[in-house]
């Protein structure tokens, strides 16, 4: 077993669709194929929102920070001794996507935006934001090592943002 897991496998990320909309289900299959046995913590697959952010720090500096909108994670197997003989080995899994706010952010099941206080983290700062990019979605799966590196594979994905639509048109009074 390698100290650092490097060399120790490969994950591979196979998508039904790498796009989905909010309440629609996202659904994937990881292999892992290892080079070596590996002492781990288990597998994991993740579901996250970020955007990053450009502001003018308290220096007058214009810096940069990443804000994580959304997280969700799935255990897809426990800690053991991962054996090079019974690889490669497939993990399905599947995230239901979170309905949208009316900017595009995430909500909770009562319909509230996921951390609000990402509009409010300049406030709290005491700066204003200064550049913000748009929200971008990722999936991943990690054999989250012992005492090692994550044999590890990212992959963004779209989520389909539904247009607003026109309210219907009304039938002129007689």
């Keep these: 077993m390698g100290f650092f897991g490097l060399g120790t496998g490969k ?3 196979v998508l039904k669709s790498p796009s989905v909309s909010p309440g629609g289900t ?9 080079d070596k046995d590996a002492k781990a913590k288990g597998v994991f697959a993740h579901l996250y929102a970020k955007k990053e952010e450009q502001y003018m720090g308290p220096q007058g500096r214009l810096e940069r920070r990443t804000i994580f909108l959304y997280k969700n994670e799935q255990k897809l ?5 991962y054996l090079k003989d019974q690889s490669p080995m497939a993990y399905n899994f599947s995230f239901v996507i979170p309905q949208m706010g009316a900017v595009g952010r995430p909500q909770n ?6 951390m609000e206080f990402a509009q409010e983290v300049s406030l709290f700062s005491g700066n204003m934001g200064f550049n913000q990019f ?7 799966v990690k054999l989250e090592m012992t005492l090692a590196f994550p044999v590890a594979i990212t992959q963004e994905i779209n989520v389909l943002i539904p247009q607003s639509q026109p309210p219907p048109a009304q039938a002129p009074a007689q």
């Design 11 to 13: 994950m591979a990320l």
């Design 26 to 34: 996202l659904e994937g299959t990881a292999t892992l194929t290892l």
């Design 134 to 140: 748009p929200i971008r979605w990722y999936v991943d």
């Design 109 to 114: 099941e009562t319909g509230g935006a996921i």
């Design 77 to 81: 197997d426990s800690e053991k001794v």
